[in-house]
């Protein structure tokens, strides 16, 4: 599976756009990205994930550039509950292909 | 409703015992995985199966077994090998599905937190 890059932490006031970056240069044809949430002692929790095109849900959007090497989490109106480690991964296409591995995320804290 | 189920919450164990950590989903799904998660830290893989009687080793396996002898179930023991046993243990599962499937989603359960006094 490919690795991927996170800053550590981000600040984001509350009521604006979050803009979560992330680093996947080795990422291959086969994989998408994925993009989960885990709040403090709590198991992740899926937001959204994408191949090549940009994603919207009601949660967030995901914008993946033209050569699949980076992508970016937007949570448009960030609230306080949006305060969360976010994690970056990519994962096999096709199911039952094997391990995913997550990196250490970035650490978003939503402030008044 | 559908989900993943892990017991117990919380476990104290004395140093040389083993212990062992349940988790149950009732998904349907192929796939389940055992993560560790030390304190600040992300998730490390430990181990993972992809179908019923088979199982491989992640990047942290030393110290731990599974067995996957039904769908629903994989338990994860931590034995008196682990040198460091102390952790959140996060259990998932994710659909096997049939060739190209966007929605590999991971579903985790909400974790055990293991305490070696």
């Known amino acids: 599976d490919a690795k991927t890059t996170q800053p550590t932490s981000m600040d984001c006031a509350e009521g604006r756009a979050a803009n979560l970056p992330c680093n996947h240069s080795?990422?291959?044809?086969?994989?998408?990205v994925y993009w989960y949430r885990q709040i403090h002692s709590q198991g992740p929790q899926y937001i959204i994930h994408?191949?090549?095109n940009n994603e919207t849900n009601e949660m967030a959007s995901l914008i993946i550039t033209e050569d699949r090497k980076s992508s970016t989490l937007i949570l448009p109106h960030a609230t306080l509950r949006d305060t969360a480690v976010y994690y970056c991964?990519?994962?096999?296409?096709?199911?039952?292909?094997?391990?995913?591995?997550f990196g250490d995320g970035t650490t978003l804290t939503v402030k008044p | 409703d559908g989900g993943i189920t892990q017991s117990p919450k919380y476990l104290f164990r004395k140093e040389g015992q083993n212990v062992t950590l349940s988790c149950e989903q009732n998904?349907?799904?192929?796939?389940m995985y055992w993560y560790r998660q030390d304190p600040g830290q992300g998730l490390r893989l430990i181990y993972y199966?992809?179908?019923?009687?088979?199982?491989q080793k992640g990047d942290i396996a030393e110290g731990y077994s599974v067995s996957r002898e039904k769908k629903e179930s994989f338990p994860l023991t931590v034995t008196s090998a682990q040198k460091n046993p102390t952790a959140f243990y996060l259990c998932?599962?994710?659909?096997?599905?049939?060739?190209?499937?966007?929605?590999?989603?991971?579903?985790f359960g909400a974790g055990s937190r293991l305490t070696v006094l």
């Open positions: 080795t990422i291959s044809g086969n994989e998408y």
């Open positions: 991964i990519v994962r096999p296409i096709k199911a039952n292909a094997g391990k995913s591995t």
């Open positions: 998904l349907n799904h192929d796939a």
């Open positions: 199966s992809q179908i019923v009687n088979d199982f």
């Open positions: 998932a599962s994710s659909t096997a599905g049939q060739g190209t499937s966007g929605a590999n989603v991971l579903t």
């Open positions: 994408g191949l090549k």
